[in-house]
């Protein structure tokens, strides 16, 4: 069996590991042969040629240091303030400094540089997200015939959005270069195939470049999920108890409706504040019986947006206290820190709604957490916002447009009324298709696909696109 390559911007770190996608591709790479490739967190004055091997809690992960003005154009630069609000649709919080491309494309070659003479001739590549579009280009250039896959984890923009971003030709052209690419959702193939199929080259400068020729790489849904199981069993955990306890205490007879996010402005938070505090407005029955706990830890911080974004949030929470709080009732609590999976798995599993409410979103996790750690007798609701990638698989949720605060208000209204049975049925269906799409099938579904000799699949119940525009 071949070996697997695994390359993302970082790579995993010692101790407990956070999230499920790391979880799900250290196990890949425990039942087959193979590493993790990425950048160290090291910045140093000259950029490393060779990689660094360490073995993490038995994984072998190769990794390169940056220089800082390198990782500053790449990272926070070309990938955080062009690439992710650029395919979020938040062109009004983009800067479009073109000549940060430079640092991201030689990052991306020295990755390549640095990776090749790592590679055997039938390892298999698989590389993760935004940061890495031209690696396969990098590497191919340099010799390598590998299979190499990509993967999206965020959404694929519109075509206009995508016009906006500096030299987007080129990162489509790198995005051919793969033999899989894979993408979150339904929504994300089809606006790729919207682009590849009505493409219009670039004229300016008097030359018009050529048509990208897509018919060598196979593009796909892939959606991602988490391990609802372990949800399952993290949410009656002794640590997870614990957390249930003590925010029982906390609350008294009030119902939790509970948001956790990456501070990020995708993740539509002012937005969601907004709507609780319509709700409050709209139902003063519900006033001193239901508490919003919002936890959402800072990332990205050197960005200003994200700066702002943090501050508008500080704002609206203090204005929804202003308004509703009383000496012996708080509406609401903001937590800016990371929980572990354990006490995650407690909060969720406590709270009556699950408020997911992103403006665009490759996924989201916490939707797939927040039912797998639901007690079966008794579920929460999930709220759930029709822009992540979430929506396409969990339907029986309480779909809304986050945009339209009356909307999700009026939702969370509803949540908080409907009946046990309800409430039942919903959960079963969601549970059903947090199961069905879990982690595991995730990686293996891909790496099935990517394998060399697969062949490409029709008549699946995703969108295939095998492009073969000349
Ligand atoms: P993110 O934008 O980070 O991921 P999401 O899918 O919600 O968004 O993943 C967040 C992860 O971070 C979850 O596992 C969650 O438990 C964890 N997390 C969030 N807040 C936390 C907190 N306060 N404490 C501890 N952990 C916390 C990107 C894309 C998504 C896509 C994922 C995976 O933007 O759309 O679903 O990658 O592909």
Redesign the pocket.
Known sequence: MSRIVIVSNRTPGKGPV????AVALRKVLSEREGFWFGWSGKLTEQPAREARFEDIDGLQVGQIDLTRDDHHAYYAGFSNSILWPSFHLRLDLATIESHWYEGYRRVNHQFARALLPLLKPDDVIWVHDYHLIPLASELRALGARNRIGFYL??PFPTADALYAIPHHEELMRDLSRYDLVGM?ARRDVAAFTEFAEHQMPSTFGGHRSETIDFSRTEVDAFP?G?DPDAFARLSVSPAGTKMVHRMKRALGDQRLILG???L?YSKGLPQRVEAYEKLLANNARLRRSVHLLQ???PSRDSIKEYQETSDTLDAMCGRVMGHFAEPDWQPLTYVK???GQPS?AGLYRLAKVGLVTPLR??????AH?YVGSQNPADPGVLVLSRFA?AAEIFPEALLVNPFDTDETAEALRIALDMPIEERQQRWQALMNAAKHHNVDNWAASFLDRLAPGSMPQSGTRDILYLASVA
């Not at 956070?18 to 996608?21: C, T």
């Not at 979103?361 to 916490?366: K, R, S």
């Open positions: 956070a999230g499920g996608l984890h965020i979150q991602i988490s956790v996010d990456r990020d936890v959402a830890p820190r990371a929980y995650l979103d490759g996924m989201n996790l916490v957490e990638g």
